[in-house]
Protein backbone atom coordinates (compact mmCIF):
# COMPACT_ATOMS: atom_id res chain seq x y z
CA UNK A 1 0.00 0.00 0.00
CA UNK A 2 1.21 3.62 -0.85
CA UNK A 3 2.03 6.39 1.68
CA UNK A 4 0.71 8.98 2.38
CA UNK A 5 0.99 11.80 -1.17
CA UNK A 6 2.10 14.91 -0.87
CA UNK A 7 -0.43 17.85 -0.91
CA UNK A 8 -2.55 18.29 -3.97
CA UNK A 9 -1.14 21.44 -5.75
CA UNK A 10 -3.64 23.33 -8.03
CA UNK A 11 -4.60 21.88 -10.87
CA UNK A 12 -6.58 24.80 -13.10
CA UNK A 13 -4.79 25.36 -16.04
CA UNK A 14 -2.99 28.90 -16.44
CA UNK A 15 -5.49 30.06 -18.88
CA UNK A 16 -7.86 29.65 -16.53
CA UNK A 17 -6.15 31.29 -13.99
CA UNK A 18 -5.47 34.15 -16.49
CA UNK A 19 -9.15 34.69 -17.19
CA UNK A 20 -10.01 34.32 -13.30
CA UNK A 21 -6.99 36.78 -13.02
CA UNK A 22 -9.16 39.40 -15.73
CA UNK A 23 -12.05 38.81 -14.51
CA UNK A 24 -11.47 39.47 -10.33
CA UNK A 25 -9.23 42.68 -10.75
CA UNK A 26 -12.51 43.74 -12.91
CA UNK A 27 -14.99 42.92 -10.47
CA UNK A 28 -12.32 44.88 -8.14
CA UNK A 29 -13.23 47.83 -10.52
CA UNK A 30 -16.81 47.80 -10.91
CA UNK A 31 -16.95 47.13 -6.80
CA UNK A 32 -14.73 50.59 -6.17
CA UNK A 33 -16.73 52.50 -8.92
CA UNK A 34 -20.52 51.83 -7.57
CA UNK A 35 -19.57 51.32 -3.60
CA UNK A 36 -17.09 55.04 -3.62
CA UNK A 37 -19.11 57.28 -6.45
CA UNK A 38 -21.71 58.50 -3.25
CA UNK A 39 -18.59 59.17 -1.10
CA UNK A 40 -16.56 61.71 -4.19
CA UNK A 41 -19.27 64.39 -4.13
CA UNK A 42 -18.09 66.06 -0.51
CA UNK A 43 -14.53 66.21 -2.40
CA UNK A 44 -16.02 67.76 -5.03
CA UNK A 45 -17.65 70.40 -2.38
CA UNK A 46 -14.29 70.56 -0.87
CA UNK A 47 -12.52 71.42 -3.91
CA UNK A 48 -15.72 74.19 -5.06
CA UNK A 49 -15.08 75.99 -1.77
CA UNK A 50 -11.55 76.89 -1.81
CA UNK A 51 -10.39 78.83 0.70
CA UNK A 52 -11.18 75.77 3.13
CA UNK A 53 -13.14 76.30 5.86
CA UNK A 54 -13.38 73.43 9.28
CA UNK A 55 -16.68 72.18 7.94
CA UNK A 56 -15.20 71.10 3.95
CA UNK A 57 -11.68 69.69 5.95
CA UNK A 58 -13.42 67.39 8.03
CA UNK A 59 -15.76 66.31 5.28
CA UNK A 60 -12.95 65.71 3.34
CA UNK A 61 -11.04 63.50 6.15
CA UNK A 62 -14.60 61.69 6.27
CA UNK A 63 -14.79 60.93 2.12
CA UNK A 64 -11.33 59.42 2.87
CA UNK A 65 -11.51 57.11 5.46
CA UNK A 66 -15.06 56.28 4.14
CA UNK A 67 -13.05 55.99 0.30
CA UNK A 68 -10.64 53.52 1.88
CA UNK A 69 -12.58 51.58 4.17
CA UNK A 70 -15.10 50.99 0.23
CA UNK A 71 -11.86 50.14 -1.31
CA UNK A 72 -10.78 47.10 1.24
CA UNK A 73 -14.65 45.97 1.21
CA UNK A 74 -14.40 45.90 -2.57
CA UNK A 75 -11.92 42.81 -2.08
CA UNK A 76 -14.72 40.78 -0.81
CA UNK A 77 -17.20 41.92 -3.06
CA UNK A 78 -15.26 40.83 -6.32
CA UNK A 79 -14.72 38.15 -4.81
CA UNK A 80 -18.14 37.02 -3.90
CA UNK A 81 -18.97 38.43 -7.75
CA UNK A 82 -16.69 35.89 -8.65
CA UNK A 83 -17.81 33.07 -6.70
CA UNK A 84 -21.91 33.68 -8.11
CA UNK A 85 -20.05 33.52 -11.47
CA UNK A 86 -19.12 30.28 -10.63
CA UNK A 87 -15.29 31.20 -11.17
CA UNK A 88 -13.18 29.45 -8.85
CA UNK A 89 -10.20 30.66 -6.41
CA UNK A 90 -7.71 28.29 -5.06
CA UNK A 91 -9.43 26.99 -2.10
CA UNK A 92 -7.77 25.03 1.18
CA UNK A 93 -8.86 21.90 -1.34
CA UNK A 94 -6.20 22.39 -3.50
CA UNK A 95 -8.48 23.09 -6.78
CA UNK A 96 -11.59 21.99 -9.25
CA UNK A 97 -10.43 21.81 -12.78
CA UNK A 98 -12.35 24.64 -14.55
CA UNK A 99 -13.54 23.67 -18.87
CA UNK A 100 -16.51 24.77 -20.81
CA UNK A 101 -18.98 22.95 -18.75
CA UNK A 102 -17.90 24.32 -15.37
CA UNK A 103 -16.32 23.42 -12.30
CA UNK A 104 -15.30 19.87 -12.18
CA UNK A 105 -16.07 19.09 -15.52
CA UNK A 106 -12.55 17.63 -16.71
CA UNK A 107 -12.26 15.62 -13.13
CA UNK A 108 -16.01 14.35 -14.78
CA UNK A 109 -14.50 13.82 -18.07
CA UNK A 110 -11.55 11.75 -17.09
CA UNK A 111 -13.35 9.84 -14.70
CA UNK A 112 -16.34 8.96 -17.40
CA UNK A 113 -13.52 8.17 -19.47
CA UNK A 114 -11.65 5.83 -17.27
CA UNK A 115 -15.04 3.64 -16.15
CA UNK A 116 -15.71 2.66 -19.48
CA UNK A 117 -12.34 1.79 -20.36
CA UNK A 118 -12.28 -0.14 -17.51
CA UNK A 119 -16.08 -1.76 -18.27
CA UNK A 120 -14.25 -2.68 -21.45
CA UNK A 121 -12.35 -5.06 -19.54
CA UNK A 122 -14.83 -6.22 -16.98
CA UNK A 123 -17.33 -6.91 -19.73
CA UNK A 124 -14.68 -9.10 -21.57
CA UNK A 125 -13.85 -11.16 -17.79
CA UNK A 126 -17.84 -11.14 -17.56
CA UNK A 127 -18.43 -13.43 -20.87
CA UNK A 128 -15.20 -15.84 -20.02
CA UNK A 129 -14.96 -18.62 -18.80
CA UNK A 130 -11.72 -17.78 -16.45
CA UNK A 131 -12.33 -14.92 -13.77
CA UNK A 132 -9.79 -15.65 -11.78
CA UNK A 133 -11.64 -15.55 -8.15
CA UNK A 134 -9.40 -15.16 -5.02
CA UNK A 135 -10.68 -15.37 -1.92
CA UNK A 136 -9.50 -12.60 0.08
CA UNK A 137 -8.62 -12.14 4.28
CA UNK A 138 -12.42 -10.64 4.58
CA UNK A 139 -13.82 -13.29 2.78
CA UNK A 140 -15.21 -11.64 0.46
CA UNK A 141 -14.42 -12.37 -3.25
CA UNK A 142 -12.01 -10.67 -6.30
CA UNK A 143 -11.53 -11.49 -9.46
CA UNK A 144 -9.14 -10.50 -12.33
CA UNK A 145 -11.84 -7.82 -12.93
CA UNK A 146 -11.36 -6.38 -10.01
CA UNK A 147 -7.43 -5.91 -10.07
CA UNK A 148 -7.88 -5.06 -14.47
CA UNK A 149 -9.95 -2.77 -13.40
CA UNK A 150 -8.43 -1.27 -10.55
CA UNK A 151 -5.29 -0.63 -12.86
CA UNK A 152 -7.02 0.72 -15.47
CA UNK A 153 -8.25 3.73 -13.44
CA UNK A 154 -5.62 4.20 -11.27
CA UNK A 155 -3.18 4.71 -14.52
CA UNK A 156 -5.98 7.10 -15.77
CA UNK A 157 -5.39 9.05 -12.33
CA UNK A 158 -2.23 9.32 -12.23
CA UNK A 159 -1.84 10.48 -15.88
CA UNK A 160 -4.51 13.50 -15.12
CA UNK A 161 -4.62 13.83 -11.44
CA UNK A 162 -0.95 12.88 -10.20
CA UNK A 163 -1.38 14.94 -6.97
CA UNK A 164 -4.36 13.79 -6.23
CA UNK A 165 -4.59 10.75 -2.93
CA UNK A 166 -6.52 7.91 -4.08
CA UNK A 167 -8.70 5.71 -1.81
CA UNK A 168 -9.53 2.00 -3.61
CA UNK A 169 -10.80 -1.41 -2.86
CA UNK A 170 -7.79 -3.56 -3.77
CA UNK A 171 -4.00 -4.07 -3.39
CA UNK A 172 -1.63 -6.02 -5.56
CA UNK A 173 -0.60 -8.46 -2.47
CA UNK A 174 -2.71 -11.60 -3.96
CA UNK A 175 -0.81 -11.12 -7.51
CA UNK A 176 2.29 -10.60 -6.28
CA UNK A 177 1.70 -14.04 -4.26
CA UNK A 178 0.82 -15.72 -7.49
CA UNK A 179 2.39 -14.78 -10.67
CA UNK A 180 -0.36 -17.05 -12.65
CA UNK A 181 -3.03 -14.93 -11.27
CA UNK A 182 -1.12 -11.83 -12.13
CA UNK A 183 -0.19 -12.70 -15.92
CA UNK A 184 -3.73 -13.33 -16.18
CA UNK A 185 -4.56 -10.01 -14.96
CA UNK A 186 -2.00 -8.45 -17.36
CA UNK A 187 -3.45 -10.11 -20.40
CA UNK A 188 -6.87 -8.84 -19.42
CA UNK A 189 -5.27 -5.05 -18.88
CA UNK A 190 -3.44 -5.43 -22.50
CA UNK A 191 -6.33 -7.03 -24.21
CA UNK A 192 -8.38 -4.18 -23.39
CA UNK A 193 -6.20 -1.73 -23.86
CA UNK A 194 -5.68 -2.87 -27.50
CA UNK A 195 -9.16 -2.85 -27.67
CA UNK A 196 -10.08 0.45 -26.61
CA UNK A 197 -7.35 2.85 -27.96
CA UNK A 198 -7.32 6.76 -27.75
CA UNK A 199 -7.60 9.03 -24.79
CA UNK A 200 -3.71 8.26 -23.90
CA UNK A 201 -3.32 12.10 -23.20
CA UNK A 202 -6.03 11.82 -20.36
CA UNK A 203 -6.20 8.19 -19.47
CA UNK A 204 -2.27 6.75 -19.89
CA UNK A 205 -1.41 3.48 -20.70
CA UNK A 206 -0.19 0.30 -18.45
CA UNK A 207 3.42 -0.82 -20.37
CA UNK A 208 3.53 -3.87 -17.77
CA UNK A 209 3.03 -6.65 -15.71
CA UNK A 210 5.52 -4.53 -13.56
CA UNK A 211 3.66 -0.58 -13.87
CA UNK A 212 0.12 -2.78 -13.46
CA UNK A 213 0.82 -3.92 -9.64
CA UNK A 214 2.17 -0.43 -9.07
CA UNK A 215 -0.76 1.37 -10.20
CA UNK A 216 -3.21 -1.49 -8.50
CA UNK A 217 -1.79 -0.43 -5.20
CA UNK A 218 -1.69 3.20 -5.15
CA UNK A 219 -5.45 3.03 -3.39
CA UNK A 220 -4.19 2.47 0.09
CA UNK A 221 -4.58 6.39 1.04
CA UNK A 222 -5.91 6.68 4.60
CA UNK A 223 -7.42 9.91 4.95
CA UNK A 224 -10.76 10.77 3.57
CA UNK A 225 -11.18 13.97 4.90
CA UNK A 226 -8.30 16.64 3.55
CA UNK A 227 -7.55 17.71 0.30
CA UNK A 228 -8.40 15.55 -2.99
CA UNK A 229 -9.21 12.49 -2.80
CA UNK A 230 -10.22 9.49 -5.35
CA UNK A 231 -12.43 6.19 -4.25
CA UNK A 232 -12.99 3.65 -6.57
CA UNK A 233 -14.32 0.64 -6.01
CA UNK A 234 -13.36 -1.06 -9.47
CA UNK A 235 -16.04 -4.00 -9.33
CA UNK A 236 -18.27 -3.26 -6.73
CA UNK A 237 -20.87 -6.49 -6.52
CA UNK A 238 -18.30 -8.90 -7.15
CA UNK A 239 -20.43 -11.55 -5.97
CA UNK A 240 -23.22 -10.15 -8.42
CA UNK A 241 -20.55 -10.16 -10.94
CA UNK A 242 -19.15 -13.91 -10.60
CA UNK A 243 -23.29 -14.89 -10.44
CA UNK A 244 -24.50 -13.32 -13.33
CA UNK A 245 -26.48 -10.42 -11.62
CA UNK A 246 -25.77 -6.68 -11.93
CA UNK A 247 -22.40 -4.96 -10.46
CA UNK A 248 -21.01 -1.78 -10.91
CA UNK A 249 -17.66 0.18 -11.76
CA UNK A 250 -17.63 3.21 -9.32
CA UNK A 251 -15.41 6.04 -8.77
CA UNK A 252 -15.65 9.26 -6.98
CA UNK A 253 -13.75 12.37 -6.01
CA UNK A 254 -13.76 13.73 -2.23
CA UNK A 255 -12.86 17.56 -1.61
CA UNK A 256 -12.07 17.99 2.03
CA UNK A 257 -14.04 14.88 2.72
CA UNK A 258 -17.57 15.65 0.78
CA UNK A 259 -18.09 14.24 -2.53
CA UNK A 260 -18.12 16.54 -5.44
CA UNK A 261 -18.08 14.24 -8.43
CA UNK A 262 -19.30 10.86 -9.00
CA UNK A 263 -19.47 8.10 -11.88
CA UNK A 264 -21.05 5.17 -12.16
CA UNK A 265 -20.71 2.51 -14.75
CA UNK A 266 -23.59 -0.42 -14.55
CA UNK A 267 -22.78 -2.71 -17.43
CA UNK A 268 -25.67 -5.14 -17.44
CA UNK A 269 -28.14 -2.72 -16.72
CA UNK A 270 -30.69 -2.00 -19.00
CA UNK A 271 -29.60 0.66 -21.44
CA UNK A 272 -31.20 3.85 -22.40
CA UNK A 273 -32.35 2.60 -25.80
CA UNK A 274 -34.37 -0.28 -26.92
CA UNK A 275 -31.77 -3.45 -27.01
CA UNK A 276 -28.91 -1.58 -25.32
CA UNK A 277 -27.19 -2.56 -22.28
CA UNK A 278 -25.40 -0.45 -19.94
CA UNK A 279 -25.74 2.64 -18.73
CA UNK A 280 -23.11 5.77 -17.48
CA UNK A 281 -24.26 7.81 -14.62
CA UNK A 282 -22.58 11.05 -13.23
CA UNK A 283 -23.09 13.39 -11.18
CA UNK A 284 -21.43 17.05 -10.06
CA UNK A 285 -22.21 18.40 -6.71
CA UNK A 286 -24.69 21.19 -7.67
CA UNK A 287 -25.14 20.59 -10.85
CA UNK A 288 -27.46 17.19 -11.14
CA UNK A 289 -26.92 13.70 -12.44
CA UNK A 290 -26.78 12.89 -15.83
CA UNK A 291 -26.89 9.90 -18.30
CA UNK A 292 -25.29 8.35 -21.01
CA UNK A 293 -24.65 4.85 -23.14
CA UNK A 294 -21.92 3.35 -21.40
CA UNK A 295 -20.75 2.76 -24.59
CA UNK A 296 -19.86 4.42 -27.58
CA UNK A 297 -18.21 7.98 -28.00
CA UNK A 298 -19.00 9.92 -25.17
CA UNK A 299 -17.82 13.04 -26.12
CA UNK A 300 -20.20 12.93 -28.69
CA UNK A 301 -22.88 11.55 -26.81
CA UNK A 302 -25.81 13.70 -25.54
CA UNK A 303 -25.79 13.67 -21.48
CA UNK A 304 -29.55 13.19 -20.26
CA UNK A 305 -30.22 14.87 -16.98
CA UNK A 306 -32.14 11.81 -15.22
CA UNK A 307 -34.65 13.12 -12.05
CA UNK A 308 -35.86 10.73 -9.39
CA UNK A 309 -39.15 9.57 -9.23
CA UNK A 310 -40.64 12.72 -7.08
CA UNK A 311 -43.47 10.29 -5.28
CA UNK A 312 -45.47 12.52 -2.60
CA UNK A 313 -46.03 9.34 -0.17
CA UNK A 314 -44.09 6.06 0.45
CA UNK A 315 -46.71 3.92 0.00
CA UNK A 316 -46.90 4.50 -4.38
CA UNK A 317 -43.23 3.57 -4.49
CA UNK A 318 -41.27 0.40 -4.38
CA UNK A 319 -37.67 -0.91 -2.68
CA UNK A 320 -34.97 -1.73 -3.73
CA UNK A 321 -32.46 -4.04 -1.81
CA UNK A 322 -29.21 -6.23 -2.52
CA UNK A 323 -29.36 -9.79 -3.29
CA UNK A 324 -26.55 -10.86 -0.44
CA UNK A 325 -28.82 -11.66 2.12
CA UNK A 326 -25.53 -11.55 4.53
CA UNK A 327 -25.29 -8.03 3.51
CA UNK A 328 -28.61 -6.45 4.32
CA UNK A 329 -31.13 -7.21 6.95
CA UNK A 330 -34.25 -8.45 4.45
CA UNK A 331 -36.05 -9.36 7.05
CA UNK A 332 -35.99 -5.62 8.72
CA UNK A 333 -36.14 -4.35 5.08
CA UNK A 334 -39.34 -5.82 4.66
CA UNK A 335 -40.46 -4.50 8.02
CA UNK A 336 -40.07 -0.94 6.93
CA UNK A 337 -41.84 -1.48 3.85
CA UNK A 338 -44.84 -2.76 5.52
CA UNK A 339 -44.85 -0.13 7.79
CA UNK A 340 -44.45 2.50 4.97
CA UNK A 341 -47.44 0.41 3.29
CA UNK A 342 -45.27 -0.53 0.16
CA UNK A 343 -46.85 -3.19 -1.24
CA UNK A 344 -44.93 -3.76 -4.27
CA UNK A 345 -42.38 -6.97 -4.37
CA UNK A 346 -38.55 -5.80 -3.40
CA UNK A 347 -36.30 -5.35 -6.51
CA UNK A 348 -33.04 -7.12 -5.67
CA UNK A 349 -30.06 -5.60 -7.27
CA UNK A 350 -26.25 -6.12 -6.39
CA UNK A 351 -23.96 -3.43 -5.98
CA UNK A 352 -24.54 0.62 -6.82
CA UNK A 353 -26.64 -0.15 -9.33
CA UNK A 354 -29.50 0.12 -6.72
CA UNK A 355 -28.49 3.81 -6.50
CA UNK A 356 -28.15 3.99 -10.41
CA UNK A 357 -32.03 2.34 -10.88
CA UNK A 358 -33.35 4.90 -8.01
CA UNK A 359 -31.54 8.30 -10.03
CA UNK A 360 -33.47 6.48 -13.46
CA UNK A 361 -36.37 6.52 -12.01
CA UNK A 362 -37.01 3.01 -11.89
CA UNK A 363 -37.05 2.70 -8.79
CA UNK A 364 -37.82 5.08 -5.77
CA UNK A 365 -36.49 4.02 -2.11
CA UNK A 366 -33.05 1.83 -1.68
CA UNK A 367 -32.87 0.04 2.02
CA UNK A 368 -29.93 -0.76 3.19
CA UNK A 369 -30.41 -2.25 7.16
CA UNK A 370 -27.19 -3.65 8.87
CA UNK A 371 -26.82 -7.64 9.57
CA UNK A 372 -24.44 -6.82 12.16
CA UNK A 373 -23.97 -3.67 13.80
CA UNK A 374 -20.47 -4.21 13.97
CA UNK A 375 -19.83 -3.96 9.97
CA UNK A 376 -18.63 -0.89 8.65
CA UNK A 377 -19.73 0.45 5.31
CA UNK A 378 -17.04 1.16 2.76
CA UNK A 379 -16.62 4.39 1.30
CA UNK A 380 -15.99 3.34 -2.27
CA UNK A 381 -19.24 1.72 -1.60
CA UNK A 382 -21.56 4.31 -1.08
CA UNK A 383 -19.10 7.80 -2.22
CA UNK A 384 -20.24 7.74 -6.14
CA UNK A 385 -24.02 6.25 -5.80
CA UNK A 386 -25.03 8.53 -3.04
CA UNK A 387 -23.97 11.54 -4.92
CA UNK A 388 -25.72 10.39 -8.12
CA UNK A 389 -29.15 9.92 -5.90
CA UNK A 390 -28.39 13.28 -4.21
CA UNK A 391 -28.14 15.25 -7.69
CA UNK A 392 -31.16 13.48 -8.98
CA UNK A 393 -33.51 14.97 -6.09
CA UNK A 394 -33.01 12.45 -4.00
CA UNK A 395 -31.88 12.02 -0.57
CA UNK A 396 -28.81 9.47 1.21
CA UNK A 397 -29.08 9.00 4.61
CA UNK A 398 -27.81 6.27 7.52
CA UNK A 399 -30.52 4.06 9.26
CA UNK A 400 -30.74 6.73 11.93
CA UNK A 401 -31.36 9.39 9.28
CA UNK A 402 -27.61 10.81 9.69
CA UNK A 403 -25.95 12.21 7.01
CA UNK A 404 -23.38 10.00 5.72
CA UNK A 405 -19.53 11.10 7.01
CA UNK A 406 -17.12 10.51 4.37
CA UNK A 407 -14.53 12.00 6.83
CA UNK A 408 -13.93 9.76 8.45
CA UNK A 409 -11.36 6.99 6.45
CA UNK A 410 -11.97 4.19 4.47
CA UNK A 411 -15.06 3.12 5.96
CA UNK A 412 -18.10 4.91 7.55
CA UNK A 413 -17.32 4.17 10.82
CA UNK A 414 -20.18 6.86 12.13
CA UNK A 415 -23.07 5.59 10.26
CA UNK A 416 -25.41 2.48 10.56
CA UNK A 417 -27.01 0.92 7.71
CA UNK A 418 -27.89 3.12 4.30
CA UNK A 419 -31.53 4.23 2.68
CA UNK A 420 -31.92 6.66 -0.22
CA UNK A 421 -35.23 7.77 -1.09
CA UNK A 422 -36.78 11.05 -2.96
CA UNK A 423 -36.85 14.31 -1.31
CA UNK A 424 -40.51 14.30 -1.37
CA UNK A 425 -40.62 11.61 0.98
CA UNK A 426 -37.32 11.47 2.58
CA UNK A 427 -38.89 12.62 5.82
CA UNK A 428 -41.41 9.79 5.56
CA UNK A 429 -39.08 7.25 5.05
CA UNK A 430 -36.48 8.35 7.71
CA UNK A 431 -39.52 8.06 10.41
CA UNK A 432 -40.04 4.73 9.87
CA UNK A 433 -36.98 3.51 8.95
CA UNK A 434 -35.71 5.13 12.26
CA UNK A 435 -38.82 3.55 14.30
CA UNK A 436 -37.92 0.06 12.82
CA UNK A 437 -33.72 0.75 13.46
CA UNK A 438 -34.31 1.69 17.08
CA UNK A 439 -36.95 -1.42 18.00
CA UNK A 440 -34.25 -3.68 15.95
CA UNK A 441 -31.01 -2.48 16.98
CA UNK A 442 -31.32 -0.02 19.83
CA UNK A 443 -30.76 3.57 20.16
CA UNK A 444 -27.80 5.18 17.97
CA UNK A 445 -25.30 5.01 19.38
CA UNK A 446 -23.18 8.95 20.05
CA UNK A 447 -20.83 9.43 17.20
CA UNK A 448 -17.50 8.40 17.20
CA UNK A 449 -18.22 5.32 19.56
CA UNK A 450 -19.24 3.16 16.95
N1 LIG B 1 -21.66 -7.83 5.97
C1 LIG B 1 -21.78 -6.88 5.05
N2 LIG B 1 -22.68 -5.88 5.21
C2 LIG B 1 -22.82 -4.93 4.28
N3 LIG B 1 -22.07 -4.86 3.16
C3 LIG B 1 -21.16 -5.80 2.95
C4 LIG B 1 -20.96 -6.87 3.87
N4 LIG B 1 -19.98 -7.65 3.40
C5 LIG B 1 -19.58 -7.10 2.23
N5 LIG B 1 -20.28 -6.00 1.95
C6 LIG B 1 -20.15 -5.06 0.83
O1 LIG B 1 -21.26 -5.20 -0.01
C7 LIG B 1 -20.84 -4.82 -1.29
C8 LIG B 1 -21.79 -5.31 -2.32
O2 LIG B 1 -23.02 -4.68 -2.09
P1 LIG B 1 -24.39 -5.38 -2.48
O3 LIG B 1 -24.65 -6.44 -1.49
O4 LIG B 1 -25.31 -4.23 -2.40
O5 LIG B 1 -24.20 -5.89 -3.86
C9 LIG B 1 -19.47 -5.44 -1.39
O6 LIG B 1 -18.74 -4.76 -2.35
P2 LIG B 1 -17.73 -5.60 -3.31
O7 LIG B 1 -18.54 -6.53 -4.10
O8 LIG B 1 -17.11 -4.50 -4.11
O9 LIG B 1 -16.77 -6.28 -2.39
C10 LIG B 1 -18.91 -5.30 0.01
O10 LIG B 1 -18.07 -4.17 0.15
MG1 LIG C 1 -18.11 -2.75 -3.28
Redesign the pocket.
Do not use: I, M, N
Given at each position: MCAKRPRTPPTSTPINTNINAVLFSLAVCLGILFTIAPYLAPCFVDFLLLPTTTTTLLLHRASVSVCSYRVASAIPFARRFCSNSKLQFSSRAGSRTMASGGAYARERRVAELAVQRAAVLTRAVYSSRVKGTVT?S?A???TIA?FGAQALVFSALDKSFPSDNIIG?EDSADLRENNDLSSLVWDAVSTALSASPGHESDLGSVTGQGQMLEFIDKGGHTDSATGRVWAL?????????LRG???AIALALLVDGVVQVGVLGCPNLPGLNEGEEGVLLSAIRGQGTVVKPLSGDLDAAEPRKTTMNAITVASEGGFC????S???AHDVQARIAGKLGITKAPVQ??????YASIALGRGEIYL?L???MT?E??I??HAAGSLVVGEAGGVVADMYGRPLDFTVGRTLRENKGVIAMPRQIAEEVKKAVLDVAVEHYGPPPPKSSL
Open positions: KDSPVDEDPVDGTKGFGQYEGVEGHSLDSQAKRPTKYEKWD
